[in-house]
Nanobody
Framework: VQLQASGGGLVQTGGFLRLSCSAS????????IGWFRQAPGKEREFVAS????????YYADSVKGRFTISRDNAKNTAYLQMNSLKPEDTAVYYC??????????????WGQGTLVTVSS
């Protein structure tokens, strides 16, 4: 299982970014995908998840209404559209994969992170 997050960068408050999670080495549609983030000096936290079909999504309260998770199974890629970004969204963002419906825990496959920096 290989996962690679990309799309991070520097953006101003109120701006937007779209992160991508490219997957290989496994049957993408057997897995839910989750996005997590870790800010400097803080523990890693759950951001959003999406089931294999895209039919079930979960979001952390802190990103509801601003972030949207999606996936394109034909491209073995998941996305995290991040709008109305705030300085507190600054973190390294990771994607992860697990069998099952998704949610905030139980992920056993992790990719490298991508850094998102939101300037005030």
């Amino acid at each position: 299982v290989q996962l690679q997050a990309s799309g991070g960068g520097l953006v101003q408050t109120g701006g937007f970014l779209r992160l991508s999670c490219s997957a290989s080495g496994f049957t993408f549609t057997d897995y839910s995908i989750g996005w997590f983030r870790q800010a400097p000096g803080k523990e890693r936290e759950f951001v959003a998840s999406i089931s294999w079909s895209g039919g079930t999504t979960y979001y952390a309260d802190s990103v509801k209404g601003r972030f949207t998770i999606s996936r394109d199974n034909a491209k073995n890629t998941a996305y995290l559209q991040m709008n109305s970004l705030k300085p507190e969204d600054t973190a390294v963002y990771y994607c992860a994969a697990k069998r099952g419906i998704g949610g905030s825990s139980g992920y056993d496959n992790w990719g490298q992170g991508t850094l998102v920096t939101v300037s005030s």
